[in-house]
């Protein structure tokens, strides 16, 4: 088959924007498909509902492929310190980059503007070509390689496509791969504010009996809050006027957290909890939400599908350096083995944690608050989950570590 492409990649969200830059800058021919471009950055902009807790790992990635730059000159909120504790008890957690020796534990920033930042660093790149707006409407996966026909009428012959295309996954759907899933019975309730504090360097977490409680630095006087609640809930709070919404969550909301200004956003989204049963099959490959989507309390989702794109660009770089076909099943199944298992692994670490810290009675309060306070009394433990959070702890890709891909 004469090829197009060397990658397809169908998405091009933060996820396959990401490993559109990364292959790209190896000398990949690419070609990203997506239904709509990010809108352009403006100061005046109101701040988004969806956002993002951009490990130290994830950063060091978008620094490499050119992105990150991009991102630090919109907007993006670093902080140092996160705080967890438990209204019914006396555990309490307090993590610190200085603990680690890092200047920050992170980044929270907007999902739009994580995107616009990794197109942005794409336009310098001359083998990677866009097709936006457009769908896939269907694909044929044989020996030789992978057709794409899209919804503008344009075919595309690849070497391999890539499934970057979120959590309902046209690409894994068309490949036939199935899901193990369920859903949470809880929401997220998501509301933009303005605080009376300046610009803050700490994220809460706070567990309640009616559920957990967080709120994400955003830049200047500004925050993110997130309540998960039953959906009846959820939808009860949606209903109310303003001000009204903004009583509720002042009651709601601890004292620590300063006083809140103004409403400026207010939105929910479900949460469910997905793992494809495949990852590889022969010229097609999963990465991101089309894989795998992560209860959201520890801001992990996107720090994991930023994480499968480095060990996908690392496996594949890797692959083409021994005249390797990177669409051939075995070399996709390296990839598999790395992200599989961390994925798995994290999801049930935010199970475990969904479960243990839901409203509950009985000897559960006194188990999480003693998991709090074994995670502060003891320095150790607390550096190894500060790590964990930063995504510097386990085997990460090259680009993860050191910000270079080889």
């Known amino acids: 088959m004469r090829y197009d492409a060397d990658v397809l990649i169908i998405g091009g969200g933060m996820v396959g924007a990401a490993l559109a830059c990364a292959l790209g800058r ?3 021919d690419v070609h990203v498909v997506e239904a709509r471009a990010p809108e352009p950055y403006a100061p005046e902009q109101p701040l988004d509902l969806r956002v993002s807790a951009v490990s130290l790992a994830s950063q060091n990635l978008l620094e490499a492929v050119g992105a990150w730059r991009h991102v ?3 907007r993006a909120a670093p902080f140092r310190r996160m705080r967890v504790w438990d209204r019914e008890g006396p555990g309490e957690t307090d ?8 200047p920050f534990l992170g980044h929270i920033v907007e999902n739009r ?11 310098g790149v001359e083998s990677i070509h866009w097709h936006c ?3 896939l409407d269907a694909l044929r996966v044989d020996d030789d390689g992978v057709v794409a026909r899209l919804s503008d009428g344009v075919t595309v012959r690849a070497a391999l496509v890539v499934g970057a295309d979120g959590a309902r996954s046209r690409v894994r759907e068309l490949a036939n791969i199935g899901l193990t899933q369920w859903d949470y019975d809880v929401e997220a309730l998501v509301a933009t504010v303005r605080t009376a504090a300046p610009q803050q360097d700490i994220t809460w977490q706070r567990f309640t009996p009616s559920g957990p409680q967080a709120l994400l630095p955003l830049p200047g006087p500004h925050a993110s809050l997130v309540w998960y609640l039953p959906p009846d809930e959820v939808a009860r709070l949606k209903a109310l006027d303003d001000r009204t919404f903004l009583d509720a969550l002042l009651r709601a909301f601890p004292s620590e957290l300063g006083g809140i200004e103004a409403l400026l956003g207010r939105g929910s989204f479900s949460l469910t909890r997905r793992h494809a049963q495949a990852y590889a099959r022969p010229r097609l490959v999963l990465a991101g939400d089309a894989a795998h989507t992560i209860h959201p309390l520890a801001g992990q989702g996107v720090n994991l599908g930023f994480m499968d794109v480095a060990a996908l660009a690392e496996v594949l770089v890797a692959a083409r350096a021994r005249n390797e076909d990177i669409g051939a099943l075995h070399v996709l ?3 598999e083995r790395q992200r599989r298992g961390d994925n798995l692994l994290m999801q049930s670490a935010m199970d ?12 559960l309060p006194w188990l999480r608050g003693l998991a709090l306070r074994m995670a502060n009394d003891l320095p150790p433990l607390r550096r190894l989950l500060t790590r964990r959070a930063t995504g510097r702890a386990g085997d990460l890709p090259r680009i993860a570590r050191t910000g270079r891909l080889k």
Not at 113 to 123: G, H, M, S
Not at 352 to 363: E, I, M
Request: hydrophobic share 45%; charged share 20%.
């Open 26 to 28: 190896q000398g990949f």
């Open 72 to 74: 630090l000159a919109s």
């Open 95 to 102: 993590f610190d980059s200085r603990d680690i020796g890092e």
């Open 113 to 123: 503007l994580l995107q616009l930042a990794l197109w942005q660093a794409a336009e």
């Open 133 to 135: 707006p457009a769908r």
């Open 333 to 335: 199944q390296r990839y």
């Open 352 to 363: 475990a944690f969904h479960h243990l810290f839901k409203p509950a009675r009985g000897p």
